[in-house]
């Protein structure tokens, strides 16, 4: 079966473009007026993915990297030089690590709690918006499903109103139907797939995040103790 769609709209793309198939059958499945909220929920939930990206790829950085400049910097000027770097530094790890520097006079269970709070908000920051993008993949769909069942229901008081079963009669109802469905699932599959890959990449930061905290209060337990924070980089010969 997805052979012969992917052939049918190979076929078409070939003879009319494309574009083309899909703006006549959009019209051709608009006649009970459902095409248009697909595509509505379709455009947001785009908006939101794009957004959402942008917000994501803004706050990933090379994290091994800045832990490593982190505790050079608490080596070489202590835990002022490493709140400085940290504050010219985008992304959640970095918030959440000046947090801590900014506890750490308190001691070391304030520090933890800083950081342990301040991620959760980084957290919620990185999160935000991907709930109306959910909501957008399940009204996607349901909106098609309701095109079909109006789409059925106007098939259906054809063959009432004309008293007999003719092809010509349902075709135009059940087509409609087909469509509609069709539209709000590739809308839904389409968003499905934005909201996972947000996800995934909304998972790594978190889980690097935690990884580096954890890694920031040794470093911040080492400097304490007087001990060298940063690893020893092997002299090169």
């Given at each position: 079966?997805?052979?012969?769609?992917?052939?049918?709209?190979?076929?078409?793309?070939?003879?009319?473009?494309?574009?083309?198939?899909?703006?006549?059958?959009?019209?051709?499945?608009?006649?009970?007026?459902?095409?248009?909220?697909?595509?509505?929920?379709?455009?947001?939930?785009?908006?939101?993915?794009?957004?959402r990206i942008i917000t994501l790829n803004l706050a990933d950085?090379?994290?091994?990297?800045?832990?490593?400049?982190?505790?050079?910097?608490?080596?070489?000027?202590?835990?002022?030089?490493?709140?400085?770097?940290?504050?010219?530094?985008?992304?959640?790890?970095?918030?959440?690590?000046?947090?801590?520097?900014?506890?750490?006079?308190?001691?070391?269970?304030?520090?933890?709690?800083?950081i342990s709070a301040y991620g959760s908000i980084e957290m919620?920051?990185?999160?935000?918006?991907?709930?109306?993008?959910?909501?957008?993949?399940?009204?996607?769909?349901?909106?098609?499903?309701?095109?079909?069942?109006?789409?059925?229901?106007?098939?259906?008081?054809?063959?009432?109103?004309?008293?007999?079963?003719?092809?010509?009669?349902?075709?135009?109802?059940?087509?409609?139907?087909?469509?509609?469905?069709?539209?709000?699932?590739?809308?839904?599959?389409?968003?499905?797939?934005?909201?996972?890959?947000?996800?995934?990449?909304?998972?790594?930061?978190?889980?690097?995040?935690?990884?580096?905290?954890?890694?920031?209060?040794?470093?911040?337990?080492?400097?304490k103790d007087g001990k060298q924070v940063a690893p020893e980089?092997?002299?090169?010969?």
């Amino acid at each position: 079966m997805i052979t012969s769609i992917t052939l049918f709209f190979l076929q078409a793309g070939a003879d009319q473009g494309f574009f083309n198939i899909i703006v006549e059958k959009f019209n051709e499945g608009n006649e009970g007026g459902f095409m248009w909220p697909v595509l509505v929920a379709l455009i947001l939930g785009l908006a939101i993915f794009l957004e959402r990206i942008i917000t994501l790829n803004l706050a990933d950085i090379d994290t091994r990297k800045f832990v490593v400049d982190v505790q050079e910097a608490l080596d070489e000027g202590g835990v002022p030089a490493a709140r400085q770097l940290c504050a010219e530094t985008r992304g959640p790890v970095a918030s959440v690590f000046q947090a801590g520097l900014m506890r750490v006079d308190e001691g070391i269970e304030a520090a933890e709690k800083a950081i342990s709070a301040y991620g959760s908000i980084e957290m919620s920051f990185l999160e935000r918006g991907l709930v109306w993008l959910s909501l957008f993949i399940a009204i996607a769909p349901l909106l098609g499903f309701l095109g079909t069942v109006v789409g059925m229901i106007q098939a259906f008081d054809a063959i009432e109103q004309a008293g007999d079963i003719s092809p010509t009669l349902v075709a135009g109802g059940i087509k409609v139907a087909l469509l509609t469905t069709a539209g709000g699932l590739l809308a839904g599959i389409i968003l499905q797939i934005g909201y996972n890959y947000c996800v995934s990449k909304i998972d790594r930061i978190i889980s690097e995040m935690e990884e580096s905290s954890i890694t920031l209060i040794d470093s911040i337990v080492m400097l304490k103790d007087g001990k060298q924070v940063a690893p020893e980089t092997p002299n090169e010969e």
